[in-house]
């Protein structure tokens, strides 16, 4: 069973950075999409970044810029690095997995940025 452990939240001001970490345990094999949602209160969880296997990425227009997602393939580990946080990017941040046609969470990490 696939699972995803993520790491690297808290409290940060503004413009101020932070580094999340997502490991995938419990396969062998690489998976071909990792990427990050947030969720804020109140809000619906939305994409904030995605990669491929092959090092493709996709991210929101909210971070583009600002927000470098990277992976180690063979080690299934993704991380979001977030440069020039902003209080609107404080939201509970989850790694996700798309394998064998199945969608898989973390528990999710809590990004707080105020002063």
């Known amino acids: 069973q696939l699972q995803l452990v993520e790491s690297g939240g808290g409290l940060v001001q503004p413009g101020g950075s932070l580094r999340l970490s997502c490991t995938a345990s419990?396969?062998?094999?690489?998976?071909?999409?990792m990427g990050w949602y947030r969720q804020a209160p109140g809000k619906q969880r939305e994409l904030v970044a995605t990669i491929t296997s092959g090092g493709s990425t996709n991210y929101a227009d909210s971070v583009k810029g600002r927000f470098t997602i990277s992976r180690h393939s063979a080690k299934n580990t993704v991380w979001l690095q977030m440069n020039s946080l902003k209080p609107e990017d404080t939201a509970v941040y989850y790694c996700?997995?798309?394998?064998?046609?199945?969608?898989?969470w973390g528990q999710g990490t809590q990004v707080t940025v105020s002063s």
């Open positions: 996700n997995a798309i394998w064998a046609s199945r969608t898989y």
């Open positions: 419990g396969i062998i094999f690489e998976i071909d999409n």
